[in-house]
């Protein structure tokens, strides 16, 4: 893994837009430490944003009333939390291995052509960010990818050319 | 007294004391156990796995030390061949990624990595691929650099920022061998404790702004002492050393456990008030702005006893019991009333639940044991109707601003007896130089009515006398300590039995 | 071969939908579970020799029986859906399509063990899936399956699903708790065990989501009829996952106990594109390879899989073909565990990215023998000196490449990186 303790930060002050602050306060009330709401309240703020600033963090930590070393910890260490903006189609690409197995690097190298960015980058359009991700529980269907969360299994490059196809 | 327990150690029976970790307690009967991350301060984390042990006979044959509690019965094995290879096993993974290159780190002479290297390694690396790298010599705040790569996550610096001091500024951040120690962005540490991690870490991972490079360490030597900035009385260790041609200097003062009074830890505050022990010293004597002898000095204050229509005495609540009698004998033989009005030493609401006390006097409770009137009204009665003002280092400044003090010594004769030159004892009109806390022995009651002694630390070459020293060249009755030990056990009932010899260093609690 | 016990209603259209999932029995075993003591349902477990299914195989009636009485302190349930080893995907299968199963199944274990609190962990790669459970529990909650009083009877049981953010090791299940406690997913140093101080520091079970989903079956039929599948010490059946080299990959139930080979054959339809079998994972990637004669002889069941000095595991089967070089599967096994490696305690933390960078350099070619006797000390070095298993899911897998196909390491070394992969084609 690569260092992600470098934060991004916005300049602007981070808040829960009304839905999520509703949704935080009512998973609050399912823990009975407030420490547990670290990772859902991660969750919601890359759900809002699509990633998570420091400010986020802070923002987090303050609202838990813990410390924000804590929330910067967590954020850190899962590594589904975007730490930067990520392409408006994040393309993850498995490449554990039973997805090893069944060729997933034809797959990279395909994506890798295709769109020209390397696995941990972004298209300069912003359109695509590529990342090479462990297993996803989908072995059976390997080689599997996994685009802005949604799974596509047994995948060859022809499936791929046509999915690509159909994302603008 | 302790329950005591029996287990065998390598096959030899010890006793220790039950309840303990199996660090603690045989390390108590002088069989030490590697470890990185346990520290007695902040508990067994498990995270370094420098202390595992065998144990024959039921349950898992390999314990981390920290985490096992002694047994009796216990049969733990520490020098079998093949537990001394798990140690420099896991030695070599501990120093794979770390730079070792101690002539250059600060740590170097008092790192334990360093220690255990050349105890159970001292072999040449076998790592023939690339090092990890992180960051290096980064500002945590508080004074505090940190290396990452030095650093070997033992996470005791984590530990005491949040369990300790409850501020929660330091992290580990990712996660593998990219794991780091962090501060969040913004968010430095800022805490009154916080080079206490300094003194923590295991490795030369944090090291002190302050202190960094001045010294290597086993050029200097160590003094135990005990802190006078405020009535905790926290326990030290004075590192000083004399470089040639020089005088003797402080590099820094550190925390010594002392369970009764400071625990492990002291405040920065107090760690950095080393440096008033080597600088703005007076060093000479001074009759109106003019150097002069010591013994001119003397001939000089006892001229102004003569001609003064009356005298007033002060005395700083920093003074130690043996120098607060000496100064009361002086004053009932010139008849001077004595004053400790210190009220500008209370600094109110300074103070925290944790170490640092309101109360920045070192000695308040020794003004108390021997009657020493502190009211402000009673000194500046008693001033107001003195021509003489004999100081004993007691600093006015703290209380009273520029203007009043100017006014408060208006047509006033002033005598200080002071360790440090300072505005206020500039204003004075005859100066007598002393030894600071470091370089006299004594005795104090600290905030919690304990009793602690300390030695002479510090030699310097002009050695300044003891404030008890100056009371007797000045008429004191009192000239030597067993005169003056005489006299304490007299007047204060507590005291009865004091017998500076027989006090334990950990400090005798006052009943 | 295959058996519908945990997968009955999985090819059920809308079968996760409660109307349709009580048409085919679901909940049918909250009355009679009512009408029996907490004990009695421990015993029922404990006599139908379920073990659990999330890896270790330990028998889930027994760690029942571990929790502490009266402490004064809640129990916890956790189910672990973190499905993280590779090569394991069946839980996910009971998540989307049978959920009511395992609810019912946490609702048996929860009266089990006095438990009024559940945490569901699943992995955050499940997105679909968490929504699918998500949905699920608000169904049962709304039906009064949950909540204040489970189907009507004096019962209270809250159940929280808590999302995973791309750790393997919260997996583990302290680890887990870690997490669940809003932290990195450390695993603990035990003792004490989590049946003892768990989350919130209270007691604590954690089961797989198979080993829950397993409980209405056994509570309903017995633990007789639970036991005519299976051996006598590996009783039941299994949602085995078969990835990697065959015809027809996929998840099957199936008895424990069948022979490996004729399960890859008839079950998967053997090796695929008629090529010849190099090696069998038989339990998920951290369990050691079999080689192709070892195979032959082992049962899927834990007691053979010991005997063959590798483990059942989580019933993920990979099976490699000829073509398979094994040093790049060495690589990207170490890679998978030095990335998930906690960081927390030293041999793991470092050794497992040492291991990475010297079997690198061997892929690159530029490694020498020395570097492969090295790998394997360190298997050694590493392996049970750390506070989880994590690192010995990557050493015991790695150690058993490094004996059993030795050659084809050292063929890196003496004939060059290509000469040694082209051998491979
Ligand atoms: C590194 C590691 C990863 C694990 N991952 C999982 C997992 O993804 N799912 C699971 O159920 N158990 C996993 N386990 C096993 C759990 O620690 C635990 O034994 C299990 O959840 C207990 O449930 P069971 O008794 O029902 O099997 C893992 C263990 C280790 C050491
Ligand atoms: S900086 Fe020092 S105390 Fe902190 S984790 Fe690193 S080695 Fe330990
Ligand atoms: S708490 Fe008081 S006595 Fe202790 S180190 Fe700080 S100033 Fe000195
Ligand atoms: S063995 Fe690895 S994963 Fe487990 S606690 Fe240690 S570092 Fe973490
Ligand atoms: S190995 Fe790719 S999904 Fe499991
Ligand atoms: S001291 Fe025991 S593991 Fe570090």
Redesign the interface.
């Given at each position: 893994?690569s260092d992600r303790s470098q934060l991004i930060s916005t300049g602007e002050p981070f808040k829960f837009d009304q839905e999520r602050d509703t949704e935080f306060e009512r998973l609050i009330k399912?823990?009975?430490?407030r420490?547990?709401?670290?990772?859902?309240a991660?969750?919601l703020t890359q759900e809002q944003e699509g990633w998570i600033s420091a400010e986020a963090i802070a923002y987090i930590a303050d609202r838990?009333g813990?410390f924000a070393s804590?929330v910067f910890?967590?954020a850190t260490?899962?590594?589904?939390?975007h730490l930067h903006p990520m392409g408006k189609y994040h393309i993850c690409v498995c490449?554990?291995?039973?997805c090893?197995?069944?060729d997933k690097q034809a797959i990279v190298d395909y994506l890798r052509d295709e769109i020209g960015i390397e696995p941990g980058q972004k298209s300069e359009d912003g359109k695509f960010s590529l990342e090479e991700?462990?297993?996803?529980?989908?072995?059976?269907?390997?080689p599997v990818v996994?685009i802005n969360?949604?799974?596509h299994e047994e995948m060859d490059v022809e499936k791929l050319t046509a999915l690509l196809a159909e994302l603008n | 007294m302790a329950e005591m327990i029996k287990l065998f150690v390598n096959g030899n029976e010890v006793e220790v004391e039950a309840g303990k970790n199996l660090i603690d307690a045989i390390g108590a009967v002088g069989i030490e156990i590697p470890h990185l991350c346990y520290h007695p301060a902040l508990g067994a984390d498990?995270?370094?796995?420098?202390c595992?042990v065998g144990l024959e006979e039921g349950g898992p044959p390999?314990v981390?030390a920290c985490?096992t509690p002694a047994a009796e019965g216990m049969k733990v094995l520490l020098d079998a061949d093949h537990i001394k290879k798990?140690q420099h096993?896991?030695l070599?993974?501990?120093l794979?990624?770390h730079p070792v290159d101690c002539p250059v780190c600060d740590q170097a002479g008092e790192c334990s990595l360093q220690d255990y290297y050349m105890t159970y390694d001292g072999q040449k690396s076998?790592?023939t691929?690339?090092q990890?790298t992180k960051s290096k010599k980064m500002d945590f705040g508080c004074g505090v650099v940190h290396d990452q790569e030095r650093c070997?996550?033992c996470g005791r610096c984590v530990r005491f920022c949040r369990q300790i001091t409850r501020t929660g500024e330091l992290g580990?951040v990712?996660?593998?061998?990219?794991?780091r120690v962090a501060i969040f962005p913004g968010r430095p540490l800022d805490n009154r404790y916080a080079v206490n991690v300094v003194d923590l870490c295991p490795v030369g991972a944090m090291t002190s702004a302050d202190f960094r490079f001045k010294q290597r360490v086993w050029f200097m030597k160590k003094e135990r002492g005990v802190c006078h900035g405020c009535s905790r009385g926290c326990n030290i260790t004075i590192d000083h050393n004399r470089e040639k041609d020089q005088d003797d200097l402080i590099y820094r003062f550190r925390p010594l456990f002392n369970e009764q009074v400071n625990g492990y830890f002291i405040c920065d505050e107090g760690r950095l008030s080393y440096r008033d022990e080597n600088e703005n010293r007076l060093t000479e004597a001074r009759l109106s702005k003019t150097t002069i002898s010591l013994d001119r000095a003397v001939t000089a204050s006892l001229k102004e006893f003569k001609r003064a229509e009356g005298i007033v005495i002060l005395i700083s609540p920093d003074c130690s019991l043996e120098q607060m009698v000496s100064i009361k004998s002086l004053a009932e033989e010139l008849g001077a009333p004595l004053s400790g009005f210190s009220d500008g030493y209370i600094k109110k609401g300074d103070g925290d639940d944790y170490l640092i006390q309101d109360d920045k006097a070192a000695n308040r409770a020794g003004l108390t044991a021997l009657n020493i009137d502190s009211s402000q009204s009673a000194f500046e009665e008693a001033l107001a109707k003195a021509g003489l003002l004999i100081n004993f280092n007691n600093d006015l400044s703290l209380f009273y601003d520029e203007s009043s003090l100017k006014k408060l010594f208006k047509e006033k004769r002033v005598i200080g007896v002071t360790s440090r030159d300072t505005k206020l004892f500039q204003m004075a009109n005859l100066v007598i130089p002393v030894a600071s806390f470091t370089e006299y022995s004594g005795s104090i009651i600290n905030c919690d009515n304990i009793l602690q002694t300390f030695n002479r630390a510090i030699t310097k070459n002009d050695a300044p006398l003891d404030m008890s020293e100056v009371a007797a060249l000045l008429g004191g009755p009192l000239k030597t300590n067993g005169d003056r030990y005489d006299k304490l056990k007299k007047i204060v009932v507590s005291l009865n039995d004091f017998n500076p010899d027989t006090i334990p260093a950990t400090g005798l609690k006052l009943t | 071969m295959e058996v519908k016990i945990l997968s009955a209603k999985f090819d059920i259209e809308d079968g996760h939908k409660l109307e349709i999932a009580k048409q085919h029995g679901a909940y049918a075993t909250i009355d009679k579970l009512f009408s029996m003591k907490p004990e009695e349902v421990i015993e029922e477990v404990r006599n139908s020799g379920l073990r659990g299914r999330g890896g270790a195989g330990f028998p889930a009636g027994v760690k029942w029986g571990f929790l502490p009485k009266g402490t004064g302190k809640p129990v916890y349930l956790a189910v672990n859906s973190d499905?993280?080893?590779?090569?394991?995907?069946k839980d996910?299968y009971i998540l989307v399509k049978d959920p009511h199963m395992m609810i019912e199944g946490i609702i048996i274990c929860s009266y089990a063990i006095g438990s009024h609190d559940t945490y569901i962990y699943i992995?955050?790669?499940?997105?679909?899936q968490v929504k699918a459970l998500q949905a699920a529990i608000d169904e049962a909650y709304e039906a009064g399956y949950l909540g204040d009083k489970v189907a009507g009877h004096d019962f209270k049981l809250?159940v929280?699903v808590?999302?995973?953010?791309?750790?393997?090791?919260c997996g583990e299940e302290t680890g887990l708790l870690e997490?669940?406690?809003?932290?990195?997913?450390q695993p603990r140093?035990k003792p004490p065990f989590p049946a003892v101080a768990g989350l919130?520091g209270c007691p604590t079970i954690i089961n797989n989501v198979q080993s829950i989903a397993s409980l209405p079956f056994i509570l309903e039929k017995g633990a007789e009829a639970y036991k005519v599948y299976g051996t006598e010490k590996s009783s039941g059946t299994h949602l085995f996952?078969?990835?990697?080299?065959v015809e027809k990959?996929?998840?099957y139930e199936l008895p424990l106990g069948l022979p490996l080979l004729e399960v890859v054959e008839k079950v998967a339809g053997g090796v695929w594109k008629g090529r010849k079998l190099k090696g069998v994972?038989p339990g998920g990637?951290s369990t050691p390879v079999l080689t192709p004669e070892e195979a032959k002889t082992v049962t899927l069941d834990y007691e053979s899989m010991a005997e063959h000095k590798t483990m059942f595991g989580s019933g993920?089967i990979?099976v490699?073909d000829e073509t398979?070089d094994m040093v790049k599967?060495v690589e990207?096994?170490i890679?998978?565990y030095?990335?998930?490696?906690?960081?927390?305690?030293?041999?793991c933390?470092?050794?497992?990215?040492?291991m990475l960078?010297?079997i690198k350099?061997v892929v690159r070619g530029e490694g020498e023998i020395s570097d492969i006797d090295?790998l394997s000390e360190l298997c050694d070095?590493?392996e049970?000196?750390?506070?989880c298993v994590l690192s010995a899911a990557c050493t015991m897998p790695v150690r058993s490449y490094l004996t059993k196909f030795r050659h084809e390491f050292d063929a890196y070394v003496s004939e060059g990186a290509s000469t040694a992969e082209a051998n491979q084609e």
């Open positions: 893994m399912r823990y009975p430490e420490e547990s709401m670290i990772l859902p991660l969750w838990i813990t804590k910890e967590c260490f899962y590594t589904m939390y490449r554990t291995l039973s090893w197995l069944r991700v462990e297993c996803l529980g989908h072995c059976g269907t390997a996994q969360g949604e799974f | 498990g995270n370094c796995r420098m595992l390999l981390p985490k798990i096993d896991v070599e993974f501990q794979i990624n076998r790592m691929v690339p990890v070997v996550l580990i990712n996660r593998t061998d990219t794991a | 499905e993280s080893e590779p090569a394991t995907f996910r992995r955050g790669e499940y997105t679909s809250e929280t808590h999302r995973g953010a791309g750790a393997y090791v997490s669940i406690e809003g932290k990195k997913g140093a919130y996952g078969i990835s990697g080299h990959p996929g998840m994972i990637s993920g990979v490699l398979v599967l990207n096994l890679y998978f030095h990335h998930e490696s906690c960081g927390q305690c030293t041999p933390r470092e050794g497992l990215g040492w960078k010297i350099k090295l070095n590493i049970m000196k750390t506070v």
